[in-house]
């Protein structure tokens, strides 16, 4: 089946530090990938959906020179976290689809990011 | 954007009974997913429904799509321990999850 790695699964940081996340389609050419941030015991919030080769489309209140995403291949996605402060600690989360709206998400394990 | 809701939030259910969770849309799907979240662990997709009406079955699962493409439920049979965990739906148009429905089940 379709595999999705996530990179790093856990990451534990100073304020203010930057952090890069990687979303990595295995076995199959992603156009579309989502990120998503979740809460304990709460729902999958989605952040900004990107395509392969262009920017990414954020959602209302999710702010791009916060979270920089770039997706410059069929197989990578990354999400950076720009000067990170504890408010930003969460588990984030990609999933990658193939070209069609009826191919199912393929989620990665998620990176819990806390920062101090 | 479409809002997807769901309900129950929780539900707790003795090993042997039945579970239904329900996803209701402000606006009509081109088709909408189902996937499981254990705890601690990723979603997982389960099934995707596309047409009017359509129900489709996976062992004790059940899952329908209604006829106007704006609603769907998920229906357990004889759940058991295994079935614990978070199902959410989500419209396949822009992926954006219902608040998703904690089961967990009394042995």
């Known amino acids: 089946g379709a595999v999705v790695s996530q990179h790093p699964s856990w990451v534990i940081c100073k304020s203010g530090t930057s952090v890069k996340i990687e979303c990595r389609s295995l076995d199959f050419q992603a156009t579309t990938m989502f990120w998503y941030r979740q809460f304990p015991k709460q729902s999958l919030m989605l952040m900004a959906t990107s395509n392969e080769g262009s920017k990414a489309t954020y959602e209302q209140g999710v702010e791009k020179d916060k979270f920089l995403i770039n997706h410059a291949s069929l197989t990578l996605s990354t999400l950076t976290v720009t000067s990170a402060h504890p408010e930003d600690s969460s588990f984030y989360i990609c999933?990658?689809?193939?070209?069609?709206?009826?191919?199912?998400?393929?989620f990665g394990d998620g990176t819990r990011l806390s920062i101090l | 954007g479409q809002q997807v809701m769901q309900i129950p939030q929780y539900q707790h259910v003795q090993e042997g009974e039945d579970f239904t969770t329900y996803c209701n849309s402000s606006t009509t799907l081109s088709n909408i997913q189902w996937y499981k979240q254990r705890p601690g662990g990723h979603p997982v997709f389960l099934i995707q429904?596309?047409?009017?009406?359509e129900v489709k079955k996976q062992k004790r699962l059940t899952f329908q799509f209604g006829e106007a493409k704006k609603n769907s439920s998920l229906h357990i049979t004889a759940t058991q321990t295994t079935d614990v965990g978070t199902y959410f739906c989500a419209g396949a148009n822009d992926m954006r999850f219902g608040a998703g429905t904690r089961l967990t089940v009394k042995p």
């Open positions: 999933s990658a689809r193939g070209d069609t709206l009826n191919q199912p998400q393929h």
């Open positions: 429904l596309v047409k009017s009406g």
